[in-house]
């Protein structure tokens, strides 16, 4: 993951890439799914990366290396990687500001809406996160945020201590 975001950083200063002054290198996030999002709290250690997002994460990583803002994702329904296991990652996590969220009824396979549900709340995620949108932050904070209000979309909602202050 981070040789990834290390070649892509490299290819903004090449002359003839194609993403050659297209990328905020000062901007970097580390997601990933399953194995991939234990593969994103071993990133996020990293200070390149300035937030992570693990989905439903494998044992990979080190939560308290985390030196920026996580966003937890667990399936109420996953067996896969349970949910009280994603939220014990999350409860480990009290040096930076954390969010977990439990998608209703989802598995490890994140079947029909939710899916769909889970893109909404990366997006805005990172719309925050990475670019300062307020809209955005709203989904998360603030004293009654999106994610705690759509029970029909997400099961469970937590803050720890860091992120009730933002």
Do not use: C
Request: charged fraction near 15%; glycine fraction near 12%.
């Amino acid at each position: 993951m981070l040789d990834g975001a290390k070649y892509s950083i490299a290819e903004n200063t090449r002359s003839g890439s194609v993403f050659q002054a297209h990328i905020d290198t000062a901007e970097v996030a580390a997601a990933g799914y399953s194995q991939g999002g234990g593969g994103a709290i071993a990133a996020g250690a990293d200070p390149l990366v300035k937030t992570t997002i693990p989905i439903m994460p494998g044992p990979q990583g080190t939560e308290k290396a985390l030196h920026g803002p996580a966003f937890y994702v667990s399936g109420q329904a996953d067996i896969i990687v349970p949910a009280f296991y994603v939220r014990a990652r999350f409860t480990a996590t009290s040096q930076v500001p954390a969010v977990y969220g439990q998608l209703a009824g989802a598995t490890h396979f994140l079947q029909g809406d939710t899916r769909y549900r889970l893109l909404g709340a990366i997006t805005a995620w990172l719309q925050y996160h990475l670019t300062g949108d307020q809209a955005a932050k709203n989904v998360f904070h603030g004293p009654n945020p999106d994610l705690r209000r759509d029970t029909a979309a997400w099961s469970a909602f937590d803050r720890n201590s860091k992120a009730d202050g933002v």
